[in-house]
């Protein structure tokens, strides 16, 4: 079967840097995505990986390692604002989007 | 980037009642959109694959009858909830495709649906 493993909930401090990871078992794959979900709103998109490596977006980086089958969404200077859920997802081969069920971040002061 | 556009985003209704949702990519065509719904605390979980000109595809365990998709044009895809009822409450999301090769999702604003 199809499936996306990321932790249920992590919490880190405001300025910090923490890392959350990723590991998926999917039929094919054609690309990762990492989304931001505040709660009740819809997801924000953060990144797309498709090529094994780092893909660095200001504050957000996004590693993968396809013979691995895995990523990780790398969060410096960690603000209040960056507590949220943040969803992997991956494309398989008919370009359909397995979700993983999310990782709830929690900073502290 | 591309936009999503989904309305209502808030909607009220009366156990009984049907209500209907849109969808609208606003800069693209989209010929696939997908319509999610979450409960609160959980993650998104696809109830169905809306195909422009076709029937959409329903996930396993949602009732088709229940939840009308229509995918008419390239820019707009409707999910009507008919007959609510109160365990219908939830938020509804939509996301669109830009083409059939195009693995990144637009995600819509979210619709957030409360049966009386």
């Known amino acids: 079967g199809q499936n996306i493993d990321q932790p249920t909930e992590m919490t880190a401090t405001e300025g910090a840097i923490v890392q959350i990871n990723c590991t998926y078992q999917?039929?094919?794959?054609?690309?990762l995505f990492w989304y931001q979900q505040h709660a009740g709103e819809a997801p924000t998109f953060l990144s797309y990986?498709?090529l094994d490596g780092l893909e660095e977006k200001g504050r957000f980086s996004s590693f993968l390692s396809r013979s691995k089958g895995y990523s990780y969404l790398l969060l410096k200077e960690l603000q209040m604002k960056d507590s949220a859920s943040y969803l992997c997802?991956?494309?398989?081969?008919?370009?359909?989007?397995?979700w993983g069920a999310g990782t709830k971040l929690i900073i502290k002061p | 980037g591309a936009v999503v556009s989904q309305h209502p985003s808030w909607v009220i209704c009366k156990s009984g009642t049907s209500v209907k949702i849109e969808c609208r990519s606003l800069?693209?065509?989209?010929?696939?959109m997908f319509w999610y719904r979450q409960f609160p605390k959980q993650s998104l979980m696809l109830m169905a694959t809306?195909?422009?000109?076709?029937?959409?595809?329903?996930e396993q365990g949602v009732e088709k009858d229940k939840f009308l998709i229509n995918h008419a044009s390239l820019t707009l895809s409707t999910l009507t909830v008919t007959s609510a009822h109160p365990e219908d409450s939830s938020f509804y999301i939509c996301?669109?495709?830009?083409?059939?090769?195009?693995?990144?999702?637009?995600f819509g604003e979210g619709s957030r649906l409360t049966v009386l």
């Open positions: 999917t039929s094919g794959f054609n690309g």
């Open positions: 996301s669109a495709r830009g083409g059939p090769d195009t693995g990144e999702l637009f």
């Open positions: 990986n498709v």
């Open positions: 800069d693209f065509q989209a010929t696939t």
């Open positions: 809306s195909n422009e000109g076709s029937k959409a595809t329903y």
């Open positions: 997802a991956v494309t398989d081969s008919n370009y359909q989007l397995i």
